[in-house]
């Protein structure tokens, strides 16, 4: 709340670098304190391969809007569709790794939630 605040009442970049920096912390630090909790996590690469291209093109994908210190309703449209593109990449993960293994002949486990993350 107090990022929208800083960054649509007093028009401050407080509340962009905020929302930036906090999905790099969420990351590090929520992986890091769950695997520590638990005593270790194996994860599925793919899945890792997934959230890390992923989150790395929504940074480039906001540091290409925010460039000129404006965010027009078009440029805000192109960041939600990339995020229901996101939702959807995650709902249709098997079918599209599955596509992705027959494409370049590649034999590798799958990563559903199911078989993705253990304790």
């Known amino acids: 709340i107090a990022s929208a605040i800083a960054m649509f009442v007093t028009r401050s970049t407080v509340g962009a670098g905020t929302i930036v920096g906090s999905a790099p912390f969420n990351i590090l630090v929520i992986c890091g304190a769950s695997a520590l909790a638990v ?16 989150l790395l093109s929504v ?15 078009y440029e805000a449209l192109f960041l939600l569709s990339i995020y229901v593109g996101y939702v959807l990449l995650c709902v249709h993960w098997e079918r599209v790794l599955t596509g992705f293994r027959q494409l370049f002949g590649l034999t590798v486990a799958t990563g559903g939630c199911e078989g993705g993350y253990h304790a």
């Open 39 to 54: 005593g270790g996590i194996a994860l599925n690469l793919w899945l890792v391969g997934r959230e890390v291209v992923c």
């Open 59 to 73: 940074l480039v994908a906001f540091a290409m809007v925010m460039s000129d210190g404006r965010v027009d309703w």
